[in-house]
């Protein structure tokens, strides 16, 4: 089945076209034929296009919005401008992948599109607004372009959260604002945390139930997960993804009192006071330099500035707290799981996040941590460490095709 992945943003479109069936995934077969990225969708757009593992085609095209987007992705896989030319026709895209950042507590598995779960995925905008509304052009566009003959599903990141317990997902405020609002922690990543818990047990011969992880994602957005027996039991994202670890320019956890205070010393208004958080703050608003740890780390490197170190320390403790928090709530783990952009490439934040970490049974050795890099697989735990240690590359577009073909052959979904 050819699966065409969307991740759509407000101003950008991923894709990926993902060859995937039931015996693919058993051997772990899946080929992915085409992936890139279209950006500035609105002006002058920049598209990124990749056959295979082939070089990228670059390219400026003026696209006015995602349905203009995806004509021009759907034009170069058929047509071959630059290399493409991987379908010999539309027809030959069997069903579309969606990635949605928010399902709420109705949409608790990837589920078909249709009208009621459209307005039902509508009914979370509130509660992702920067990312739902945005998903939902790249659903109308491709629904547009398809029409009814081609299925469409949705995959969620909040889902791999669902089964949470209340203890977990319930806040410590009044609980008619639960009962009312649905004001819970939701939990974000899912669709990362899930596939690298999926890589682990192929990679040990673990069953589901036998699967104790912390699972890390850490890229400009960061998240922990408590995964017992196979099943996430907590998370550190809350209602929004601004809840938890420090990030690229989130805050991740604060006295919420701080809000008050700031309204009344600086005249923030609730839409500047949000924007702070989720924009101004995190690695950047700590360094006052950038968001990105690679930049971060290349400064304390080259002239030891002191705001570019505080800002990976706190970054760093902040990952150490939880990974704390989550053994306690577990009574142990096998093994603390990183990925994303920052866990798969950095060995310099792994070795400082673990770092005096032995009396937990944390200890990685020094080698193999700076040689795990670039897309590998490894764990680069000390041979004599009780819990294991695994870099393994997150792969949410894989994990989205194979729902969809799940969902639109009848197979069962597990999560």
């Known amino acids: 089945m050819n699966v065409l992945v969307l991740n759509c943003g407000s101003s950008s479109l991923k894709f990926q076209l993902i060859v995937t ?50 004509d021009a992705i759907l034009r170069w896989l058929v047509d071959g401008d630059g290399g493409g030319g991987v379908l010999g026709s539309l027809s030959e895209v069997d069903a579309v992948g969606h990635r949605v950042v928010h399902g709420g507590e109705k949409l608790k598995r ?41 299925p469409q599903v949705a995959v969620f990141d909040t889902a791999f959260h669902a089964g949470m317990p209340e203890t977990s997902f319930l806040y410590a405020i009044p609980y008619s604002y639960y009962v009312r609002h649905r004001v819970r922690r939701y939990g974000f990543h899912g669709t990362s945390h899930r596939y690298v818990a999926y890589r682990y047990r192929k990679l040990t011969g673990k069953s589901r139930e036998e699967t104790n992880l912390i699972t890390l994602h850490l890229g400009n957005g960061c998240s922990a997960c408590a995964i017992r027996r196979g099943e996430s039991i907590d998370t550190s994202m809350g209602l929004t993804p601004l809840e938890g670890l420090v990030m690229g320019t989130r805050s991740g956890d604060l006295d919420p009192s701080i809000l008050d205070f700031l309204h009344h010393k600086e005249g923030f208004t609730p839409g500047e006071l949000d924007s702070m958080l989720n924009k101004q703050s995190g690695l ?45 709530r577990m009574n142990g783990a096998d093994a603390i799981v990183f990925t994303g952009g920052i866990g798969e490439n950095s060995a310099a934040v792994r070795a400082r996040i ?24 490894g764990d680069i735990a000390a041979e004599s460490a ?7 590359p997150t792969n949410e577009e894989l994990l989205i095709a194979r729902d969809t073909m799940r969902c639109v052959t009848g197979v069962e979904q597990r999560y």
């Open 21 to 70: 069936d039931p015996d693919r995934i058993a051997r772990d077969g899946d080929e992915r034929r085409a992936h890139g990225v279209i950006e500035r969708i609105g002006s002058e757009a920049l598209l990124t296009l990749t056959k295979g593992d082939g070089p990228p085609h670059r390219l400026a095209e003026p696209l006015r919005d995602h349905r203009k987007a995806l």
């Open 110 to 150: 990837s589920v078909l599109l249709d009208e009621k779960t459209i307005a039902q995925i509508e009914e979370c905008n509130d509660l992702a607004p920067l990312h739902n509304p945005a998903n939902l052009l790249g659903i109308r566009a491709a629904r547009a372009t398809f029409g009814k003959d081609v």
């Open 284 to 328: 950047l608003g700590v360094s006052g330099i950038t968001n990105d740890m690679r930049d971060l780390l290349s400064v304390e490197a080259e002239n030891g500035d002191r705001r570019a170190t505080l800002a990976i320390d706190i970054f760093t403790m902040r990952v150490k707290k939880y990974i704390g928090a989550y053994l306690a």
């Open 354 to 377: 673990c770092a005096d970490m032995d009396v937990l049974g944390i200890a990685l050795d020094p080698t193999k941590n700076t040689t795990t890099v670039g897309g590998k697989e």
């Open 386 to 392: 009780r819990v294991r240690v695994l870099v393994l």
